[in-house]
């Protein structure tokens, strides 16, 4: 079984920075999905960003648009962490923000990672509060 344990959420002023992370205990398979989530009040959960990693040491990376350029999913070597760096934050980034994992999805013939999945293990999220 895998748990799942999300940190490092908290207050920031709009243009600030914050940084996510999600332990992982129990095994992940390197070419296991792990991802970040987030779920405003009123708002139906939303992907952020997902990573994997393929052959060799290639990470394969997805953003939701309205993060690109601003957030950055990453995950350390030994696969059970996985980070969010957010940056340029705006009021509508205030969500709670979930870590989530489990296997690649088929999508088109190809196992990918894609943010609309329901993955198999879910942390208990993090706040994340931008005010203007």
């Known amino acids: 079984q895998v748990q799942l344990v999300e940190s490092g959420g908290g207050s920031v002023q709009a243009g600030g920075s914050l940084r996510l992370s999600c332990a992982a205990s129990?095994?992940?398979?390197?070419?296991?999905?792990m991802g970040w989530f987030r779920q405003a009040p009123g708002k139906e959960r939303e992907g952020v960003a997902t990573?994997?990693?393929?052959?060799?040491?290639?990470?394969?990376?997805e953003y939701a648009e309205s993060v690109k350029g601003r957030f950055t999913i990453s995950r350390d070597s030994a696969e059970y962490t996985v980070y969010l760096q957010m940056s340029s934050l705006k009021p509508e980034d205030t969500a709670l923000y979930y870590c989530a994992a489990g296997p690649r999805v088929a999508v088109t013939g190809a196992l990918k990672c894609p943010l609309q999945a329901n993955y198999n293990y879910w942390g208990q999220g993090t706040q994340v509060t931008v005010s203007s």
């Open positions: 990573i994997y990693r393929g052959v060799g040491y290639s990470y394969y990376v």
């Open positions: 129990g095994y992940i398979y390197s070419g296991d999905c």
